[in-house]
């Protein structure tokens, strides 16, 4: 077998499968589903979806913003009954049930125009999509099991990847048909391709280990909330700043800058494969990095990409936006998770990065809501994209006078 590994030394397929206890590559793709559903498909998508859905249900960019804030909040539910749910049930039960509602869910949303009915349809996406993504992560790191600490970081980039891969999926297989479909067939083929991602999520939890947990509740807390206070309140403010610009920036492109369906399908395509490609090319450079300075530099590039458009137009600078945007977006959860496993005790990880999941849910339930009213003024969404710009910069600005923590003995 390790005649076989040393051969296959260029095989990117067998090392990683090699690597990770003869767990196939193909199964951490399959566990993407969960981030490419949960997210690609159910709350970056409505984005393609929201200026049809305006015009014609006759919504202002307030009740827009609801509607995300309405996903965000089952999120944060969802976030935080996933981990007592996958203990109970156990995580491989939780994430095909959290997947095949989403899908069912999402496709849902083309029936109905009530707005009441709508947010309460984006309230469970939001917690099962959570349920399904919080118990994914926990199968795939897992799955990695002993493997070398390099490895194990591109298996998990592998899983938050598919968050891309659902936003390339929504471009192609939404935007070409709403002229046809309308907003509500765009809906239903966005239920029809979560469908077949928790197909495949599905089928690879046959070659994947379960999550063993070690026994809850008995240690100390070892932890500190104020040492932390600075990182928490960052990515509070970054939860707020970064949905805003997911949320609307579709909708300024098309109403601000007169993008046509061909220019949007291309940019979304580039914010999700740049998302695929940044969760690889971010993870050297974050391990390099002291301190809050991983998250700083990460939130610093999302807010120089979501400002691109505001400050330049043109097809030029919303593709660049795309790029800095997108290539960034997933890399300050993973500089955020980064810190956390430095900071804390082994036993007490759960504990931090559920903390911090309250505070990034707080910070998205919040930021729709303003920047929505905001785009309800005389500068439109403009206004309203302004405002995710300045609050990525003070998050960013936050981030950075995180101090290092110290050793662990």
Not at 58 to 82: E, R
Request: charged share 10%; hydrophobic share 55%; glycine share 14%.
């Amino acid at each position: 077998m390790t005649t076989q590994a040393g051969t296959d030394r260029h095989d990117l397929t067998a090392v990683l499968s090699q690597g990770a206890k003869q767990v196939p590559l193909w199964v951490f793709f399959g566990l993407a589903m969960a981030p490419a559903v949960a997210l690609g498909l159910s709350r970056f998508a409505y984005a393609l979806l929201l200026p049809l859905m305006r015009a014609e249900l006759g919504w202002s960019f307030a009740d827009a913003g609801a509607i995300s804030t309405a996903n965000a909040c089952g999120y944060l539910a969802g976030a935080l009954v996933a981990a007592p749910l996958g203990k109970r049930a156990g995580d491989k039960r939780v994430f095909a049930t959290g997947l095949l509602l989403t899908a069912l869910v999402v496709g849902a949303m083309g029936l109905t125009a009530d707005f009441r009915l709508l947010l309460l349809l984006r309230f469970i996406a939001g917690l099962a999509g959570a349920v399904a993504f919080v118990s994914g992560a926990g199968l795939t790191s897992a799955a990695t099991g002993g493997d070398r600490k390099g490895r194990a970081a591109l298996l998990l980039g592998i899983y938050f990847s598919g968050a891309g891969i659902g936003v390339i999926a929504s471009a192609l297989g939404v935007l070409p048909f709403l002229d046809m479909t309308g907003w509500r067939g765009g809906w239903f083929v966005l239920g029809l391709l979560s469908l077949v991602a928790t197909l495949f999520g599905c089928w690879s939890l046959g070659r994947c280990p379960p999550n063993v947990r070690g026994p809850g509740g008995a240690g100390p807390v070892a932890w500190s909330p104020v040492f932390m206070a600075r990182k928490l309140i960052a990515y509070g403010l970054y939860g707020a700043g970064y949905i805003a610009y997911a949320t609307f920036i579709v909708a300024f492109l098309r109403n601000e800058q007169g993008f046509t369906d061909e220019r949007i399908t291309l940019f979304w395509c580039l914010v999700g494969a740049a998302s695929v490609v940044g969760a690889f090319v971010w993870g050297p450079l974050l391990g390099r990095l002291r301190g809050g300075w991983g998250t700083a530099f990460t939130i610093g590039v999302v807010a120089i990409g979501a400002a691109v458009p505001l400050f330049f137009d043109g097809v030029f600078a919303a593709y660049v936006s795309a790029l800095l945007f997108g290539g960034s977006f997933l890399a300050v959860i993973a500089a955020v998770t980064s810190f956390a496993r430095k900071a804390v005790a082994p036993h007490a990880l759960t504990s931090a990065v559920g903390a911090l999941t309250i505070a990034f849910g707080l910070g998205q339930c919040i930021g729709p809501l303003l920047s929505g009213a905001l785009a309800d003024g005389a500068s439109g969404v403009r206004n309203g994209l302004w405002l995710s710009v300045g609050i990525l910069l003070v998050a960013g600005m936050v981030a950075a006078f995180q101090p290092e923590p110290p050793a662990q003995s």
